[in-house]
């Protein structure tokens, strides 16, 4: 993925070089977070990307690029929601899914964009949406916008990527300290440290700031396969990378995404924790 000059956030470019590299692009992405500016940026790279014919996608050369960039392309629909709040009618929601069901005009996938998804999407409309996304079409990608993505249904979330285009911010040595054992135990061969070190996350307050933390890290990890920047643990991010496919560390990004965001809700948090230890332990294993 060519980034152009798109500014800012380097986790997040080398989550998206991953998922790409992977051929685990997902088809349905939440940009959430940061400045609406930096999200209508990264929307628009991602959908020149999608319909690029270029040799570095996006190459901002061909003409699908070039249509896109002036938003005329035949495949890259936006939103367009109704009244003073452009909301979004369960109505549009069903046009948009009848839409995915007809083969792209001129690429091979077509892009769906709901920008301020978390402000102008109902229940119903969510709930009309959450149907598509359960059975998503060939070829379709779609790019939904947030402000804060916790507000979605997790539902919803579950079956979306996450992006968080806000940058890393500091954290305390003791959050750090933590973040690092839990970590650090998943490399290990015995279960006894993961299970003993993920226990902290049954404390909300603890939780909410351990887990980015540890998605920070892991981001980290992620960064060296490409670069050698590293903000935080350089260390620990070193033996992750070394000890963990590009593949397994975005599991445990999406893993420690979903629990982030599950956690904001009323959820158990001491089965929380037991199900981040179990999914933990199931992503390091696999082949
Ligand atoms: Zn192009």
């Given at each position: 993925?060519?980034?152009?000059n798109?500014?800012?956030?380097?986790?997040?470019?080398?989550?998206?070089?991953?998922?790409?590299?992977?051929?685990?692009?997902?088809?349905?992405?939440?940009?959430?977070?940061?400045?609406?500016?930096?999200?209508?940026?990264?929307?628009?790279?991602?959908?020149?990307?999608?319909?690029?014919?270029?040799?570095?996608?996006?190459?901002?050369?061909?003409?699908?690029?070039?249509k896109?960039?002036k938003?005329?392309h035949?495949?890259?629909?936006?939103?367009?929601?109704?009244?003073?709040t452009?909301?979004?009618?369960?109505?549009?929601?069903?046009?948009?899914?009848?839409?995915?069901?007809?083969?792209?005009?001129?690429?091979?996938?077509?892009?769906f964009?709901?920008k301020?998804a978390?402000?102008?999407?109902?229940?119903?409309?969510?709930?009309?949406f959450?149907?598509?996304?359960?059975?998503?079409?060939?070829?379709?990608?779609?790019?939904?916008?947030?402000?804060?993505?916790?507000?979605?249904?997790?539902?919803?979330l579950?079956?979306?990527t996450?992006?968080?285009?806000?940058?890393?911010?500091?954290f305390?040595?003791?959050?750090?300290?933590?973040?690092?054992?839990?970590?650090?135990?998943?490399t290990?061969?015995?279960?006894?440290?993961?299970?003993?070190?993920?226990n902290?996350?049954?404390?909300?307050?603890?939780?909410?700031?351990v887990?980015?933390?540890?998605?920070?890290?892991?981001s980290?990890?992620?960064?060296?396969?490409?670069?050698?920047?590293v903000?935080?643990?350089?260390?620990?991010?070193?033996?992750?990378?070394?000890?963990?496919?590009?593949?397994?560390?975005?599991?445990l990004?999406?893993?420690?995404?979903?629990?982030?965001?599950?956690?904001?809700?009323n959820?158990?948090?001491?089965?929380m924790?037991?199900?981040?230890?179990?999914?933990f332990?199931?992503?390091?294993?696999?082949?």
């Amino acid at each position: 993925m060519n980034f152009e000059n798109l500014g800012g956030n380097e986790n997040l470019k080398s989550e998206l070089l991953s998922l790409e590299q992977s051929n685990r692009f997902p088809h349905a992405i939440i940009l959430n977070g940061g400045d609406e500016a930096s999200r209508d940026a990264l929307t628009l790279l991602l959908s020149k990307w999608a319909v690029c014919r270029g040799e570095q996608k996006p190459c901002s050369e061909c003409i699908p690029c070039q249509k896109a960039q002036k938003g005329v392309h035949p495949d890259i629909y936006f939103a367009k929601g109704s009244g003073k709040t452009d909301v979004i009618a369960v109505a549009e929601i069903r046009e948009i899914t009848r839409a995915c069901s007809i083969i792209a005009n001129e690429a091979d996938t077509k892009v769906f964009v709901i920008k301020n998804a978390d402000k102008r999407m109902g229940v119903e409309a969510l709930n009309a949406f959450l149907k598509t996304l359960e059975e998503p079409p060939q070829a379709i990608l779609f790019i939904l916008t947030t402000e804060d993505a916790g507000t979605l249904p997790e539902t919803v979330l579950s079956r979306c990527t996450v992006l968080n285009l806000e940058q890393s911010t500091t954290f305390s040595n003791e959050t750090l300290e933590l973040a690092q054992k839990i970590l650090l135990s998943i490399t290990e061969t015995s279960e006894l440290n993961l299970l003993k070190n993920t226990n902290v996350l049954a404390d909300k307050t603890t939780a909410l700031e351990v887990l980015p933390a540890m998605r920070a890290i892991l981001s980290d990890a992620l960064s060296l396969t490409v670069s050698d920047e590293v903000l935080l643990s350089k260390d620990l991010s070193e033996i992750l990378s070394r000890k963990l496919t590009k593949k397994k560390i975005i599991g445990l990004i999406e893993t420690v995404n979903h629990a982030i965001y599950t956690i904001s809700r009323n959820v158990n948090l001491s089965l929380m924790s037991t199900w981040i230890c179990g999914e933990f332990r199931r992503i390091s294993w696999q082949k």
